[in-house]
C-alpha cells in the first residue's frame, strides 16, 4: 500500500484526501500535518485520517509528500522534513502556485522524484483541472502514480514545459474566480433590470453550468457553439458586438498574462528570500 502525506491540511488538501477517498484509498494510507488543533480535528472528523503538528511525523512513512502549504511556507519546510526525505527518499508532489522545480531540488532535494502541479478548487466536487510537471527522477510507475492522485479529483493534463506551469495556473488554477465573477456580474446586470437576485443567481449559474457541459460533453469548439445561440441580428448578437466593443478578448488575455506574471514573481521572491 502506498502511503501518501500531505503536508498542509487546508483546502487544497481537503479536496484531494476527499477525492483519493472516494477512489477506494483507504484513510488508513493517508497522513496529514497540519499546524492548526483546530483543522486537524476536522480532517480527522471529516475523513478519519491520522493527523500531526509536526510534518516529519505526517511523512515519517509516507513513499509520496503532497506538499500544500503556501508558496512562502514552501521554503520552511525544508528543516522540518530533511531527515525524513533522507531516509525515505519519497516522490514530492507540490501543488504550490509559481513555485519551480529548480527551487524544489534546492530546498528538498536534487536527487528527488518531483511532481509541480496546478489543481483548482472544483477538485473538491471532483471536477478540478490539473496541470503536472514532472522532473527526471520521477520514473513511468511514480508518474502514473501521481495521475493516479489527481485524477481523483477531476481531469488531468501532463504539461512537457515548465514555463507553461504559470499558465495553467493563472488559467485553470485561478480560472473558477474568473467564472464566479462572470456570474457576479450577470446577477448584477440582472438585478440592476428589477429582476430578483436569487432569480439572477439561478439563471446565471445554470447558464454557466449548461454552457460548461455543452463544451465539455458534446467536444464541440466554442466558436461553433457560440454561433448556434447568435440569432442574425439577435439579442446575442448585440451583446456580443458589445463585448467586441469593450475589448473582451485584450481583457481576458491582460488578465491571464498579470496573473502568469504574478506565478514567476511569487518564486522569484521565494529565490531573493531563501
Ligand atoms: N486555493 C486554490 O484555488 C488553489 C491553491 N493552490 C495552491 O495550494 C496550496 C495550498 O492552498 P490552500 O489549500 O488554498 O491553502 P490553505 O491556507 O487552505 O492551506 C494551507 C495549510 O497549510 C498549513 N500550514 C502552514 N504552515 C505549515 C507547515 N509548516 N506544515 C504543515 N502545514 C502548514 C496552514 O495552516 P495555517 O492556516 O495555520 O497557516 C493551512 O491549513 C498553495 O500553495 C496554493 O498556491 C493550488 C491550486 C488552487
Ligand atoms: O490565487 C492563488 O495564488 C492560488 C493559486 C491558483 C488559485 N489560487
Keep these: 500500500m502506498t502511503r501518501i502525506a500531505?503536508?498542509?491540511?487546508?483546502?487544497?488538501?481537503?479536496?484531494?484526501?476527499?477525492?483519493?477517498?472516494?477512489?477506494?484509498?483507504?484513510?488508513s494510507a493517508m497522513t496529514v500535518a497540519e499546524p492548526r488543533a483546530e483543522a486537524r480535528q476536522e480532517l480527522g472528523r471529516d475523513f478519519g485520517v491520522a493527523c500531526f503538528a509536526e510534518s516529519r511525523l505526517a511523512a515519517a512513512e509516507a513513499q509520496v509528500l503532497v506538499l500544500a502549504v503556501k508558496p512562502q511556507i514552501m521554503p520552511a519546510l525544508q528543516g522540518e522534513l530533511r531527515d525524513t526525505l533522507q531516509r525515505n527518499r519519497p516522490m514530492l508532489i507540490s501543488i504550490a502556485a509559481g513555485v519551480r522545480v529548480d527551487q524544489l531540488e534546492r530546498w528538498f532535494g536534487g536527487l528527488l522524484p518531483i511532481v509541480r502541479c496546478m489543481p483548482n478548487t472544483p477538485a473538491l466536487i471532483g471536477a478540478g483541472a490539473t496541470g503536472l510537471y514532472a522532473n527526471a527522477r520521477?520514473?513511468?510507475?511514480q508518474r502514473a502514480q501521481a495521475q493516479h492522485i489527481l485524477d481523483a479529483v477531476g481531469l488531468t493534463q501532463w504539461i512537457n514545459d515548465e514555463a507553461l506551469m504559470d499558465t495553467v495556473t493563472a488559467v485553470s488554477g485561478s480560472g473558477p474566480a474568473y467564472f464566479f465573477a462572470v456570474v457576479e456580474a450577470l446577477e448584477d446586470a440582472a438585478v440592476a433590470q428589477?429582476?430578483?437576485?436569487?432569480?439572477?443567481?439561478?439563471?446565471?449559474?445554470?447558464?454557466?453550468?449548461?454552457?460548461?457541459?455543452?463544451?465539455?460533453?458534446?467536444?464541440?469548439?466554442?466558436?461553433?457553439?457560440?454561433?448556434?445561440?447568435?440569432?442574425?441580428?439577435?439579442?446575442?448578437?448585440?451583446?456580443?458586438?458589445?463585448?467586441?466593443?469593450?475589448?473582451?478578448?485584450?481583457?481576458?488575455?491582460?488578465?491571464?498574462a498579470a496573473a502568469t506574471q504574478r506565478g514567476v514573481d511569487m518564486a522569484a521572491a521565494l529565490d531573493n528570500a531563501s
Design 6 to 27: 500531505f503536508i498542509g491540511g487546508g483546502n487544497m488538501a481537503r479536496s484531494l484526501i476527499g477525492g483519493l477517498l472516494k477512489t477506494g484509498i483507504s484513510a
Design 138 to 141: 520521477v520514473s513511468p510507475p
Design 194 to 256: 428589477g429582476m430578483p437576485r436569487e432569480t439572477a443567481r439561478a439563471l446565471a449559474a445554470q447558464t454557466c453550468l449548461g454552457a460548461g457541459r455543452m463544451l465539455t460533453e458534446s467536444g464541440e469548439d466554442p466558436g461553433e457553439l457560440r454561433r448556434r445561440v447568435t440569432s442574425p441580428n439577435g439579442t446575442t448578437q448585440a451583446a456580443l458586438e458589445s463585448f467586441a466593443a469593450d475589448g473582451l478578448p485584450r481583457i481576458v488575455s491582460r488578465a491571464v
